[in-house]
Nanobody, 127 residues
């Protein structure tokens, strides 16, 4: 059974840090384009970071310099380090996998095949 499970969310004060983790089962995350998205009430679903199979990463302008996506191959996990958090970073964070193989295609999240999604982890940032 293919599954992505996010963890690491919680409440944090502005300026603090969080580390989100997405653990995969039934699929090897290093073989996929991986992404983190977030959804806040009243806001659009936003893709905040992607990580391609060759290790290339791409970030939304709103999070550049503060978010870092990385692969933990030993745990079959993709992490999202969030530093200098802001209240506007609050929301539910989801990880997703997609079969696109090129780094550019991954950065653009080009459609290819079936996506897998986790159920999300909630992040709340207080000012």
């Amino acid at each position: 059974q293919v599954q992505l499970v996010e963890s690491g969310g919680g409440s944090v004060q502005a300026g603090g840090s969080l580390r989100l983790s997405c653990v995969g089962s039934g699929l090897s995350l290093s073989r996929y384009c991986m992404a983190w998205f977030r959804q806040a009430p009243g806001k659009e679903h936003e893709r905040v970071a992607t990580l391609s199979r060759d290790g290339s990463s791409n970030y939304a302008d709103s999070v550049k310099g503060r978010f870092t996506i990385s692969l933990d191959d030993g745990r079959n996990a993709v992490n999202l380090q969030i530093d200098s958090v802001r209240p506007e970073d609050s929301g539910t964070y989801y990880c997703a996998s997609r079969g696109v193989t090129s780094s550019r295609g991954c950065a653009l999240w080009r459609p290819l095949g079936r996506d897998e999604w986790g159920l999300g982890t909630q992040v709340t940032v207080s000012s």
